[in-house]
């Protein structure tokens, strides 16, 4: 069973950094695709930043230049490294992971629990 666990979140103000790590377990790490989204209420569930299994990265245009996704293979791991934060990044923060081998189109279906991220202006 593949299962993921976020941490890293927390309060911070406008301006700061956080990194949210995202351990993955039950999978074959290497071959899966990694995403961050994101979450407020009363709003859909955002892409936020995803790295492919060959690394390849994409991001929201509203995050682009700030945060940076990265993966680590040999720890299982996702991080995103936010910088610059603002107010409108608040929100909570799930990593998804899919097969990087099935066609593009799948949908994410594993997901984190979440963790909380509060920037204060």
């Known amino acids: 069973q593949v299962q993921l666990v976020e941490s890293g979140g927390g309060l911070v103000q406008t301006g700061d950094s956080l990194r949210l790590s995202c351990a993955v377990s039950g999978a074959t790490f290497s071959v899966y695709d990694l995403a961050w989204f994101r979450q407020t209420p009363g709003k859909e569930r955002e892409a936020v930043a995803a790295v492919g299994l060959r690394n390849r990265t994409t991001y929201a245009g509203s995050v682009k230049g700030r945060f940076t996704i990265s993966r680590d293979n040999a720890k299982n791991t996702v991080y995103l490294q936010m910088n610059s934060l603002k107010p409108e990044d608040t929100a909570v923060y799930y990593c998804?992971?899919?097969?990087?081998?099935?066609?593009?189109?799948?949908?994410?279906?594993?997901w984190g629990q979440g963790t909380q991220v509060t920037v204060s202006s």
């Open positions: 998804a992971a899919r097969s990087g081998l099935a066609p593009s189109s799948t949908i994410y279906g594993y």
